[in-house]
């Protein structure tokens, strides 16, 4: 693509297509200001990325909305098993949910739900099926906040659905300024709000989310969330995990400390989808090795909800990008795992470098093992200080409300309901 066809490309998007989207935005709002019950659909894809539950509750017992969840499969994923935990946590929170009926095909959204507001899990067009993709829903108040916490310097900030979006809920003001300077839209419909999950940790009753082992030892509890990125992605994302050289090590130290320790494997939720694919694993080893997890005395499988995990726990091994952040609202020590560091460190933002200095580094195996017996099992802790000052600094929604009502508050302001 040449420079001009560039130009022109870059003209069309930023002047017509985002402009015409805003304009049209504010013509919907007008029309719809006063008027009540506003329609609200939240699309669900998988339990672990579901990010809207208290907002979803505060609109269900609000007479100004009503407020639908839908299930829907996504693209390239193993859906059925996705579909299968929403309805198992949907159903054990006694919340409807409109189901993803195969047999019938999708509903058609429009006509049946005639959403005025609908919000997405992730920010990608053509992640889901046609009908339910948001490329569908521009012509309505599309919104979004991110299921994770967004550590890279220009990471989705100028994706085609973030300039097309009516709001964008993001957790910081540095997210704002970010959306500013590399959105074509410059960022206009942003709000800071709080992260998506910080109601989880800060405002929600927690329960003791581990297995219970009835031998009478006392054992810390140590998670091990490993990310998707075993390979580059489409070319685009690096590989990030060290799961292909860790998976075996992790088994063998809960084997090793069984008598002191407890594991949890929290895999990414793309991380099965993956191994199925990568040669050497497939599904049937990849499905005994989440199975040796679960089964184990001392271990257990995590691919669900997570508030309540991360509290009870007492440590954290890792190589995610959100959980760099999120991890922090507990307070626990945290160890990153990277061969190469400063690799990892150089596309991130100021606050994600931030984020990283607040943890142990694991570079190979000696140091996990190090971190196991020192910070896990011995309570050496010099770096909880500085978790404690980022938490202050970072982790708390503005305004002293939660991040949920912040949400609410916004559209309640701006449809004039």
């Given amino acids: 693509?040449?420079?001009?066809?560039?130009?022109?490309?870059?003209?069309?998007?930023?002047?017509?297509?985002?402009?015409?989207?805003?304009?049209?935005?504010?013509?919907?709002?007008?029309?719809?200001?006063?008027?009540?019950?506003?329609?609200?659909?939240?699309?669900?894809?998988?339990?672990?990325?579901?990010?809207?539950?208290?907002?979803?509750?505060?609109?269900?017992s609000d007479s100004r909305f009503r407020a639908t969840i839908v299930l829907t499969p996504c693209v390239g994923r193993e859906h059925e098993k996705d579909l299968a935990g929403l309805r198992a946590f949907f159903d054990q929170k006694h919340v409807p949910y409109v189901d993803f009926r195969s047999e019938r095909g999708p509903i058609d959204i429009k006509k049946e739900l005639n959403p005025d507001i609908i919000f997405y899990t992730q920010p990608y067009e053509y992640l889901l099926i046609p009908e339910y993709d948001c490329r569908a829903f521009y012509d309505r108040l599309v919104c979004y906040m991110p299921y994770a916490f967004w550590t890279f310097a220009t990471f989705a900030y100028n994706l085609h659905f973030c300039n097309r979006a009516w709001r964008l809920y993001y957790p910081l003001e540095a997210y704002r300024q970010t959306a500013q300077h590399e959105a074509a839209n410059h960022g206009r419909n942003v709000r800071v709000v709080g992260y998506a999950n910080a109601d989880d940790y800060l405002f929600a009753e927690h329960h003791d989310a581990w297995k219970h082992i009835n031998d009478g030892k006392k054992r810390k509890?140590?998670?091990?969330?490993?990310?998707?990125?075993?390979?580059?992605?489409?070319?685009?994302?690096?590989?990030?995990?060290?799961?292909?050289?860790?998976?075996?090590?992790?088994?063998?130290?809960?084997?090793?400390?069984?008598?002191?320790?407890?594991?949890?494997?929290?895999?990414?939720?793309?991380?099965?989808?993956?191994?199925?694919?990568?040669?050497?694993?497939?599904?049937?080893?990849?499905?005994?090795?989440?199975?040796?997890?679960?089964?184990?005395?001392?271990?257990?499988?995590?691919t669900g909800q997570y508030a309540d995990l991360f509290m009870s726990s007492d440590a954290m091994v890792h190589d995610s990008g959100s959980f760099a952040v999120e991890y922090h609202y507990t307070k626990k020590p945290i160890m990153f795992v990277a061969k190469d560091i400063e690799a990892v460190l150089e596309p991130q933002s100021d606050f994600g470098k931030t984020a990283y200095a607040m943890h142990y580094i694991g570079r190979d195996e000696a140091?996990?093992?190090?971190?196991i017996e020192r910070q896990v099992l011995g309570g050496e802790d010099p770096m909880l200080h500085q978790r404690e000052q980022f938490f202050n600094d970072y982790l708390l929604p503005p305004g002293g409300k939660t991040v949920a009502q912040n949400v609410v508050d916004d559209i309640v302001a701006e449809l004039n309901i």
């Fill in 367 to 371: 140091d996990i093992r190090l971190f």
């Fill in 221 to 302: 509890r140590l998670i091990w969330a490993p990310h998707f990125t075993i390979r580059h992605i489409d070319g685009t994302i690096p590989a990030r995990s060290n799961f292909l050289w860790m998976a075996t090590l992790m088994t063998d130290i809960a084997r090793e400390y069984a008598d002191r320790l407890q594991i949890a494997f929290k895999p990414h939720p793309a991380l099965l989808t993956q191994l199925y694919k990568e040669e050497g694993w497939g599904p049937q080893r990849t499905d005994d090795y989440y199975e040796q997890w679960r089964t184990m005395p001392n271990t257990q499988l995590e």
């Fill in 1 to 60: 693509m040449n420079l001009l066809t560039k130009t022109a490309h870059y003209l069309w998007l930023h002047l017509w297509k985002y402009r015409a989207n805003a304009r049209q935005h504010v013509h919907y709002v007008r029309a719809r200001s006063g008027h009540t019950p506003v329609s609200v659909v939240f699309m669900a894809i998988d339990v672990a990325l579901w990010r809207y539950q208290h907002v979803y509750e505060l609109m269900a």
